[in-house]
């Protein structure tokens, strides 16, 4: 059974931080590109932050939050983090935690239950 875990959510105020975990089972970690995504009611989810698993793991980050946030992950205890600095009111949103795997004749994707960020004075 695949799950994805996210923990670390909560209430910030404004040029706070956070550190948000998404712990991963089921799935062979490794050859998984992971991301981030978030949603807010009436609007669609949205990218925030990816890592490839190819071409370096190279990254991929939303205009809104380069430069403020960093995704990392610890292959060895399948866990991807995002370090969120700088938060600002419109940063909040339920995060998710995605998962995708393309072999060139199936995509799979997973996503986590998603955790709360609120930042507010």
């Known amino acids: 059974q695949v799950q994805l875990v996210e923990s670390g959510g909560g209430l910030v105020q404004p040029g706070g931080s956070l550190r948000l975990s998404c712990a991963a089972s089921g799935i062979m970690f490794g050859i998984y590109a992971m991301g981030w995504y978030r949603q807010v009611p009436g609007k669609q989810r949205e990218l925030v932050a990816l890592m490839r698993v190819n071409h370096g793991g190279s990254t991929d980050y939303a205009d809104s939050v380069k430069g403020r946030f960093t995704i990392s992950r610890d292959n060895a205890n399948k866990t991807v983090y995002l370090h969120m600095n700088n938060l600002k009111p419109e940063d909040t949103a339920v995060y998710y935690c995605?998962?995708?795997?393309?072999?060139?004749?199936?995509?799979?994707?997973?996503w986590g239950q998603g955790t709360q960020v609120t930042v507010s004075s």
């Open positions: 995605n998962a995708q795997h393309s072999d060139g004749l199936s995509h799979t994707m997973y």
